[in-house]
């Protein structure tokens, strides 16, 4: 047992002391990604694109809704200091001049208050699928924004116009009083005249309110309100035709009915006028807050982008270099004709392949050590567990480095080593979630994310350093799984080379 030991303490001092001559090599590993995340953070100003827009309004557009529609379209959009007809605007589109356009149609609060759908035609010429999933993202928030500032503004006009169908209502009410008791045909004719006036205006003032279905949380008060005027109009165009006629005896009952009709009118409007525009348009707001507030006690949200990628960067820095370490490893041993040496000396595989794996693993240690320690000067947190964090790093580092020893065992040079190394590269950043989230791909993807060990480095890391949790045994099983089998078959494999050499 002892000489075994001794013999892996051989192998695992060979393999320190070669990486030890390269004082480059080791202060690379961790200089180098520290310098790429200090520049990254620095550098970082906004994950939203800059979209270089157009916007095209109505002439008849009001000038306060005009200020205020720019402003909710230049929150997400950058607005162009020129204007542009429509046709201009679409040549700029597709000389690369501009990034989008907006066009406002044309006589807005009519097709609103005709039940129409006015339609705000939003262009592009992304080629970037990501960009345009942006445009269309922020244009949908945009247009609901728009579609509020209209609503709100269209239901201030109307309850403008309802408080002066208010003040007359009043007085039609009196006059329709007087009618009851016994006035001149020429008093008769001079009522007529007003109430005819006070139906104009309540006509006016229906077609001003906007259709009930395009409120949120008020269309049932709304087509009440709507109901009585309709009921009001009615009433008061029949009592008109009575006094056409001269006939009051015979309407008595119609005039009874128009004065109830109007007091229930002007309690509605009552109503109406005194619910803020904006609440009627939209009843439900929101609050949000991030729970890290209540979890640290202090006022905060997400993370910097330094501190959020900090994580994915130190597992990239883990499996890169432990897969490119151990796909040099055993291809250069055997091109150096060095198995011919260890097939006749009293060490076996398995002990040269520990011995390697021991070296690599407090190489990388060292190195991920003095790069955690780095990255808490950046103001990267350890919310979880240190022994976690250690085992967990070490997990991914055996992990890693199998992957890394698999590809050395079917290498059949350096320059090949290094090319399926680069492609394990690729892999990561492509699949892993470091940047794009493991939910965004499809089911038949998830085999090879899986057999990734930085998929679950990242994972693990981002639960222990930011969220301060546990990460789920998922983590640990399938970083195990990997080792296991990884391992299982770097030994098989060199194995059957040793005996070959």
Do not use: C
């Not at 997400?76 to 605007?89: D, M, W």
């Amino acid at each position: 047992m002892t000489r075994w030991l001794i013999r892996i303490r051989a192998y695992f001092l060979k393999e320190v002391r070669e990486i030890r001559r390269q004082p480059l090599l080791l202060i690379s590993l961790v200089a180098g990604p520290l310098l790429v995340l200090v520049i990254f953070g620095a550098g970082f100003v906004n994950s939203n694109p800059v979209l270089r827009t157009a916007l095209i309004l109505p002439d008849d557009l009001p000038v306060e809704l005009r200020t205020q529609i720019t402003g909710l379209v230049g929150l997400n959009f950058r607005l162009v200091n020129r204007a542009y007809t429509p046709v201009e605007a679409r040549a700029a589109l597709a000389n690369g001049d501009l990034d989008v356009v907006q066009i406002v149609p044309d006589n807005v609060f009519g097709k609103l208050q005709r039940g129409e759908n006015p339609t705000i035609l939003i262009y592009s010429n992304a080629i970037n699928p990501l960009v345009e999933g942006w445009i269309q993202y922020l244009a949908y928030a945009q247009v609901n924004e728009i579609n509020k500032a209209l609503l709100t503004e269209q239901t201030r006009l109307a309850q403008q116009q309802a408080r002066a169908v208010g003040v007359r209502i009043a007085v039609g009410a009196e006059r329709l009083t007087n009618l009851e008791r016994e006035v001149s045909r020429a008093e008769q004719e001079a009522i007529r005249q007003e109430l005819r006036t006070l139906r104009a205006l309540i006509v006016q003032f229906r077609d001003t309110i906007p259709p009930e279905s395009l409120f949120a949380g008020r269309g049932d008060d709304v087509e009440q309100l709507r109901a009585r005027a309709n009921e009001a109009i009615r009433s008061l165009g029949e009592v008109e035709a009575i006094l056409s006629s001269g006939d009051l005896e015979r309407g008595l009952d119609e005039l009874r009915d128009s004065k109830e009709l109007l007091r229930l009118l002007d309690q509605q409007i009552a109503i109406f006028v005194s619910i803020a525009p904006e609440t009627i348009v939209s009843p439900v707001q929101q609050r949000y807050q991030n729970i890290r507030t209540e979890a640290i006690g202090q006022a905060s949200g997400a993370y910097p982008a330094v501190v959020y990628y900090a994580p994915g960067v130190l597992a990239l820095l883990v499996q890169h270099t432990a897969v490119s370490l151990g796909a040099l490893a055993l291809v250069r041993e055997r091109m150096m004709g060095a198995f011919e040496l260890f097939r006749v000396s009293p060490a076996n595989m398995v002990q040269l392949l520990i011995g390697k794996y021991l070296g690599y693993t407090v190489v990388i240690a060292v190195a991920s050590a003095a790069l955690a320690a780095a990255m808490r000067l950046l103001g990267v947190p350890l919310n979880g567990s240190w022994l976690l964090f250690i085992l967990l790093l070490l997990m991914l580092t055996i992990a890693s480095l199998g992957v890394g020893f698999l590809i050395s065992t079917v290498a059949g040079s350096d320059s090949q080593a290094i090319q399926f190394a680069m492609i394990s590269l690729l892999l990561s950043i492509f699949f892993s979630g470091f940047f794009i989230s493991r939910d965004s791909f499809a089911a038949w993807v998830e085999p090879i994310i899986v057999i990734i060990p930085m998929s679950h480095g990242v994972v693990g890391f981002q639960d222990l350093m930011l969220r301060g949790i546990t990460p789920e045994p998922a983590v640990w099983i399938d970083l195990g799984v990997i080792a296991i089998v990884t391992f299982g078959l770097v030994t098989f494999l060199t194995q059957r080379q040793f005996r070959r050499a």
